[in-house]
């Protein structure tokens, strides 16, 4: 079985973990899920990074000892293992650990020996937040561009790594893919910087300016390894780098791909530095770097040091663990920026997850009880109108494996999602409560089979993204974890005849408001990027009264409403109206019609997510021309200080329906 080894950075300690590096992990996560899915011998590892000199500031602030303050903070990056469903095989602590302290001297004296770490006296403008120096030039109005802080200027003596000795070698291993940087544009920026002339840099700093808190150098205990080369050692002490063990020599000497996750603020580390100290030590290199981007509140990334941190655990708490891992993997770029929204979250659950996702299977599992006995079918012969859903499920395993691999991790869940898609158009447009009414037996085992093994194939291949739900879901269909492969997921017909199913509680309820907003902790405000405390009180109780409630001002009797007539209506296509920033064109189908609809959602919703989205509409208003597009009809949705939200069945019901 071939290996694969994958980790993510390891965080500062100072403070609790935040959403953006919740991020970075449900991605790594995901990845290493995704190989073991696809057969290979997967080792995944995180920590925490502890040996900072922002960790002994934040000790000093608080009055406790540097040990104390990493102990207690090291414990909340541990926990995510738990209430965000990780599946790391090893987390590392920098401090504490001996595996860490030996391999980082014995890392540190291989570059010694070779000649590569000199002493001299060093000057830079240092950001603390950071942890390393900026030249002048790199400064945003005098700022770290990362932390809007002042970087202090520093002079003392350290020791020196010959970073400008590796340069040619470093461009030829970057330029050439030998160390692989996605996404390209990332690649190109390491590339700017390498050639325009590497300097060698710091990689110590006098004890007594890290208050005796770190690794001392070997050899000089009045010095202490720099936090970074102290950190990125990590990667292979983890495995038993100081003694050279049989994981070191399973996970990264012999292993074909080893991969480093990480954010793009601290790209220069992995991409340069590290390979750089490693090809000293004569130590085999990584072979790729997947970046991601921020997660930003107004355009400012989520930052400790900016104090507008989202604590992860208390939205899983209040959304559920699979529910935040799909939105962060479908909705934030793999890697790209991308903007966190309570209300964009909600929407995502609700649409995705409860009307797409949980809907096809509560909808599968109620009609296997009401016409199969709560079995699963017979399959039968298929025909030609189902082979659509054959050929897309068969096929998909291979497409999902493929993106993966370029670590799309965006459109493999869109990929899949459209798999469940076309699973709910075949559900409805095959109708087995009208082939019931006709007596056809024999259609309906084939048609709810056919739904069936599709919707195990897509809870597979979604198994990564969402591995509590997903399971349920397959353990509910009889489906075994040994099945859960990629193999499995590329054959058709799997699904046990006879096989008793357990329909059990929906899988993703709807949110019927705005928890995450009305009553979270911490609320996002929409001025300067600052963050509010809002405790649920007095705001949240307050009911409407009498005197509250403003006054209708034109009433209708019940003969002018049954004018109007609202009917259910499935999106089967939308898309942006060119040159019109709040406007969607939406392809809607009424029973046998089919209307086209213009909405100004285009804020709230992207096309791709109102595809198969069952929503009402007001169908008897006359055809108004919208840019030049005529729409026929209106879509109802609702509207708050918080945005738009459509207005959905609960459940999935007959398109054309009369809404009453």
């Given at each position: 079985?071939?290996k694969?080894?994958i980790?993510?950075?390891?965080?500062?300690?100072n403070a609790?973990?935040?959403?953006g590096?919740?991020?970075?992990?449900?991605?790594?996560?995901?990845?290493?899920?995704y190989?073991?899915?696809?057969?290979?011998?997967?080792?995944?590892?995180?920590?925490?990074?502890?040996?900072a000199?922002?960790?002994?500031?934040?000790?000093?602030k608080?009055?406790?000892?540097t040990?104390?303050?990493?102990?207690?903070?090291?414990?909340f990056?541990?926990?995510?293992?738990d209430?965000?469903s990780?599946?790391?095989?090893?987390?590392?602590?920098t401090?504490s650990?001996?595996?860490?302290?030996?391999g980082?001297?014995?890392?540190?004296?291989?570059?010694f020996?070779?000649?590569?770490i000199y002493?001299?006296?060093?000057?830079?403008?240092y950001?603390?937040g950071?942890?390393?120096f900026?030249?002048?030039?790199?400064?945003?109005?005098?700022?770290c561009?990362?932390h809007?802080?002042?970087?202090?200027?520093?002079?003392?003596?350290n020791?020196?790594f010959?970073l400008s000795?590796?340069?040619?070698?470093?461009?030829r291993?970057?330029?050439?893919?030998?160390?692989?940087?996605?996404?390209?544009?990332?690649?190109?920026e390491?590339m700017?910087f390498?050639?325009?002339?590497?300097?060698d840099?710091?990689?110590s700093?006098?004890?007594?300016?890290?208050?005796?808190?770190?690794?001392?150098?070997?050899?000089?205990?009045?010095?202490?390894?720099?936090v970074?080369?102290?950190?990125?050692?990590?990667?292979?002490?983890?495995?038993?780098?100081?003694?050279?063990?049989?994981?070191?020599k399973?996970?990264w000497?012999e292993c074909?791909?080893?991969?480093?996750?990480?954010?793009?603020?601290?790209?220069?580390?992995?991409?340069?530095?590290?390979?750089?100290?490693?090809?000293?030590?004569?130590?085999?290199?990584?072979?790729?770097?997947?970046?991601?981007?921020f997660?930003?509140?107004?355009?400012?990334?989520?930052?400790?040091?900016?104090?507008?941190?989202?604590?992860?655990?208390?939205i899983?708490?209040?959304?559920?663990?699979?529910?935040?891992?799909?939105f962060?993997?479908?909705?934030?770029?793999?890697t790209?920026?991308?903007d966190?929204?309570?209300?964009?979250?909600?929407?995502r659950?609700?649409?995705?997850?409860?009307?797409?996702?949980?809907?096809?299977?509560?909808?599968?599992?109620?009609?296997?009880?009401?016409?199969?006995?709560g079995?699963?079918?017979?399959?039968?012969?298929p025909?030609?109108?189902?082979?659509?859903?054959?050929?897309?499920?068969?096929g998909?395993?291979?497409?999902?494996k493929?993106?993966?691999?370029?670590f799309?991790?965006?459109?493999?869940i869109v990929?899949?999602?459209?798999?469940?898609?076309?699973?709910?158009?075949?559900?409805?447009?095959?109708?087995?409560?009208?082939?019931?009414?006709?007596g056809?037996?024999?259609?309906?085992?084939?048609?709810?089979?056919?739904?069936?093994?599709?919707l195990r194939?897509a809870?597979i291949?979604?198994?990564?993204?969402m591995?509590?739900?997903?399971?349920?879901?397959?353990l509910?269909?009889?489906?075994?974890?040994?099945d859960?492969?990629?193999?499995k997921?590329s054959?058709?017909?799997?699904?046990?005849?006879?096989?008793?199913?357990?329909?059990?509680?929906?899988?993703?309820?709807?949110i019927?408001?705005?928890?995450?907003?009305s009553?979270?902790?911490?609320?996002?405000?929409?001025?300067?990027?600052?963050m509010?405390?809002t405790?649920?009180?007095?705001?949240?109780?307050?009911?409407?009264?009498a005197?509250?409630?403003?006054?209708?001002?034109?009433?209708?009797?019940?003969?002018?409403?049954?004018?109007?007539?609202?009917?259910?209506?499935?999106?089967?296509?939308?898309?942006?109206?060119?040159?019109?920033?709040k406007?969607?064109?939406?392809?809607?189908?009424?029973?046998?019609?089919?209307?086209?609809?213009?909405?100004?959602?285009?804020?709230?919703?992207t096309?791709?997510s109102?595809v198969?989205?069952?929503?009402?509409?007001?169908?008897?208003l006359?055809?108004?021309?919208?840019?030049?597009?005529?729409s026929?009809?209106?879509?109802?949705?609702?509207?708050d200080?918080?945005?738009?939200?459509?207005?959905?069945?609960?459940?999935?019901v007959e398109?054309?329906?009369?809404?009453?």
């Open positions: 079985m071939s694969f080894y980790t993510t950075a390891i965080p500062f300690v609790k973990p935040h959403i590096f919740a991020l970075e992990i449900i991605q790594t996560d995901a990845l290493a899920r190989y073991r899915l696809f057969g290979r011998d997967v080792r995944f590892l995180t920590g925490s990074d502890e040996n000199l922002k960790n002994v500031q934040t000790a000093e608080e009055g406790i000892p040990a104390e303050l990493v102990a207690r903070n090291a414990k990056f541990a926990d995510m293992h209430y965000l990780l599946s790391n095989d090893d987390f590392i602590r401090s650990e001996q595996r860490h302290r030996r980082a001297e014995k890392l540190w004296t291989a570059c020996n070779n000649g590569d002493k001299k006296r060093y000057q830079g403008l950001c603390l950071c942890e390393k900026y030249v002048p030039e790199e400064l945003v109005g005098g700022k561009p990362d809007d802080i002042v970087p202090e200027m520093i002079e003392e003596e020791y020196i010959r000795k590796y340069q040619e070698q470093l461009e291993l970057i330029e050439s893919d030998t160390y692989k940087i996605v996404p390209k544009t990332r690649k190109n390491v700017a390498i050639r325009s002339g590497l300097q840099f710091s990689v700093r006098p004890a007594q300016r890290a208050k005796g808190w770190g690794i001392p150098v070997p050899g000089d205990p009045s010095q202490v390894i720099y970074w080369f102290d950190a990125l050692s990590n990667y292979i002490n983890a495995l038993g780098y100081a003694d050279e063990g049989d994981l070191y399973k996970y000497v074909p791909e080893r991969v480093h996750v990480t954010g793009k603020d601290i790209i220069r580390f992995h991409a340069v530095y590290w390979p750089a100290m490693l090809m000293s030590a004569k130590v085999p290199l990584p072979h790729r770097l997947l970046t991601h981007g997660i930003n509140i107004d355009d400012q990334k989520i930052s400790k040091s900016l104090g507008n941190v989202i604590d992860p655990e208390a899983t708490k209040r959304y559920g663990t699979d529910q935040l891992r799909y962060l993997l479908s909705e934030i770029s793999t790209g920026d991308g966190f929204s309570y209300v964009r979250l909600e929407q659950i609700n649409s995705d997850l409860a009307n797409d996702y949980g809907n096809l299977a509560s909808r599968i599992f109620k009609m296997m009880d009401n016409y199969c006995g079995l699963v079918p017979e399959a039968g012969n025909g030609s109108s189902d082979d659509e859903l054959l050929s897309s499920s068969t998909l395993g291979l497409k999902v493929d993106l993966v691999e370029k799309d991790l965006n459109e493999a990929q899949t999602m459209d798999l469940v898609k076309l699973t709910n158009r075949y559900v409805e447009s095959n109708a087995p409560w009208k082939l019931f009414k006709e056809n037996q024999e259609r309906i085992n084939l048609v709810l089979y056919n739904a069936a093994e599709a194939i809870s291949l979604l198994s990564p993204v591995p509590g739900k997903c399971r349920e879901l397959l509910r269909l009889g489906v075994e974890e040994k859960i492969t990629l193999a997921a054959e058709w017909g799997l699904l046990k005849a006879g096989q008793k199913i357990s329909a059990g509680e929906p899988l993703f309820p709807r019927e408001k705005n928890i995450g907003i009553n979270t902790e911490v609320r996002i405000q929409k001025k300067a990027g600052k509010e405390e405790k649920p009180g007095l705001a949240d109780s307050v009911q409407p009264t005197d509250s409630i403003k006054p209708v001002e034109e009433l209708i009797d019940i003969d002018c409403f049954k004018k109007v007539k609202l009917r259910t209506a499935e999106i089967i296509a939308a898309e942006k109206v060119p040159n019109a920033d406007l969607l064109r939406l392809q809607v189908k009424l029973g046998e019609e089919t209307r086209q609809v213009l909405a100004g959602i285009a804020q709230w919703y096309p791709e109102l198969g989205q069952q929503v009402v509409i007001v169908a008897n006359k055809p108004a021309k919208i840019r030049g597009l005529e026929h009809g209106m879509l109802l949705a609702a509207q200080k918080d945005g738009v939200v459509i207005l959905n069945p609960q459940r999935k398109t054309g329906g009369e809404v009453r």
